[in-house]
Antibody
């Protein structure tokens, strides 16, 4: 069974930075595109960023472009999201999700349990 | 960007009844690249349907998806107590990926 375990969330001040990680196991990590989806408290799902299986292509929502950077380390089966210049509206649970296929875009067949990011002074 | 509008926002039904959830796109979804997810409180979303009508692994056959172009439907034939949750549609036919705002299925 696919496992995705996020970490790195927490409380950060506006303008600050945070780096999220997602440790993946029980599947061939490098064969699949990966993505981050967030959910603000009491709100719906918002796609944030995605990256191809090899890491050569990355994609961002307009709301985070220029502030967030997605990356992956296929040797360590880990996905990352570097978040800079954080704003109050970035407060959310951040989910790591595995895409069903190599290509982009695609649907998400496995999700982690999420990590909460709170941006507040 | 394709905007997905789900209706109704809340759907009160009783166990054993049939549920019909709608997802309408602002423009045609390429190749019926539409998925449905279920989310229960405090849990991550779970994939139910992809390609508009294909059930994901392990999903009971009371869940079915249909539609094409701009109009899609998720149907739950006979509601079980564990089906009361929030349901989201997602299009992946074009970038950026977008989700609908969700339909809350609640016990009447």
């Amino acid at each position: 069974e696919v496992q995705l375990l996020e970490s790195g969330g927490g409380l950060v001040q506006p303008g600050g930075s945070l780096r999220l990680s997602c440790a993946a196991s029980r599947f061939t990590f490098s064969s699949y595109a990966m993505t981050w989806v967030r959910q603000a408290p009491g709100k719906g799902l918002e796609w944030v960023s995605g990256i191809s299986g090899g890491g050569g292509s990355s994609y961002y929502a307009d709301s985070v472009k220029g502030r967030f950077t997605i990356s992956r380390d296929n040797s360590k089966n880990t996905l990352f999201l570097q978040m800079n210049s954080l704003r109050a509206e970035d407060t959310a649970v951040y989910y790591c999700a595995k895409q069903a296929n190599w290509g982009w875009p695609d649907y998400f067949d496995n999700w982690g349990q999420g990590t909460l990011v709170t941006v507040s002074s | 960007e394709i905007v997905l509008t789900q209706s109704p926002g809340t759907l009160p039904l009783s166990p054993g009844e049939r549920a019909t959830l709608s997802c309408r796109a602002s423009q045609s979804v390429s190749s019926s690249y539409l998925a449905w997810y279920q989310q229960k409180p405090g849990q991550a979303p779970r994939l139910l349907i992809y390609g508009a009508s294909s059930r994901a692994t392990g999903i009971p056959d009371r869940f079915s998806g249909s539609g094409s172009g701009t109009d899609f439907t998720l149907t739950i034939s006979r509601l079980e107590p564990e089906d009361f949750a929030v349901y989201y549609c997602q299009q992946y036919g074009s970038s950026p990926i977008t989700f609908g705002q969700g339909t809350r299925l609640e016990i009447k």
